[in-house]
């Protein structure tokens, strides 16, 4: 046993692993979640809200909310949740002769407070941090708790409301020939007719109704 062990290629086979790597900043996830949202409220618009009839309060509802999230998740990826700053005028050295090593951040050169983390993804100390959330590319801490909560709400009202929406209208299509006056709320039908087909309706339907699901789960 000890003789095969000492041998190289069985020593590290057996120590050897697969290193981990590193997460850093990036826009991707940010990029398909906003792809998502935008198609699917460019198909509510153009698709399927253009059938709905005499419903003015929920598309303007539906749209409100989705302007609400989207100015919500600007602010929150853009939001300071609460960097530890680097004391002015004083170097780490100084700062080394003054206080214990362990209250200390070598990677931000910044004292640390009991409910401070270091972030491995954006490589800075954040007061009280949460996690940091790949949907927002930002840390979640004290300074943008409460808007990034607010958020979640919203995103959730959000998707639900839709879910709920085109699958309670899910025979929309047979509004196509109903008559078109002051009193009927109507969004412009602005494509070719065979988008409005039942075929391509009932598709878009189940298209919005996935694309919710897929983001009501991870709550519930």
């Known amino acids: 046993?000890?003789?095969?062990?000492?041998?190289?290629?069985?020593?590290?086979?057996?120590?050897?692993?697969?290193?981990?790597?590193?997460?850093?900043?990036?826009?991707?996830?940010?990029?398909?979640?906003?792809?998502?949202?935008?198609?699917?409220?460019?198909?509510?618009?153009?698709?399927?809200?253009?059938?709905y009839f005499d419903q003015e309060k929920t598309i303007l509802a539906c749209v409100s909310i989705f302007c609400l999230t989207l100015l919500l998740h600007i602010v929150t990826m853009c939001?300071?949740?609460?960097?530890?700053?680097?004391?002015?005028?004083?170097?780490?050295?100084?700062?080394?002769?003054?206080?214990?090593?362990?209250?200390?951040?070598?990677?931000?050169e910044v004292i640390r407070t009991e409910k401070s983390r270091h972030c491995s993804v954006c490589n800075r100390c954040v007061e009280r941090f949460d996690h940091h959330c790949p949907w927002i590319n930002n840390c979640v801490g004290t300074n943008n708790h409460g808007i990034f909560s607010i958020f979640l709400t919203s995103m959730e009202t959000l998707v639900i409301m839709i879910f709920i929406v085109v699958l309670v209208n899910m025979e929309c299509h047979l509004n196509i020939h109903l008559p078109r006056n002051e009193n009927n709320f109507f969004v412009p039908m602005l494509l070719p007719a065979w988008f409005y087909s039942e075929e391509v309706i009932i598709a878009a339907i189940y298209f919005c109704a996935a694309v919710c699901g897929f983001f009501i789960l991870p709550v519930t």
């Open 79 to 108: 939001m300071d949740p609460g960097y530890l700053k680097k004391p002015k005028d004083v170097t780490f050295m100084k700062i080394l002769e003054e206080f214990d090593p362990v209250l200390l951040c070598p990677d931000c």
């Open 1 to 51: 046993m000890y003789q095969d062990l000492a041998e190289p290629s069985k020593f590290n086979c057996l120590m050897l692993s697969t290193p981990l790597m590193k997460i850093r900043q990036n826009l991707n996830t940010v990029f398909v979640m906003w792809l998502t949202m935008f198609l699917v409220e460019a198909i509510l618009l153009l698709i399927i809200f253009p059938l």
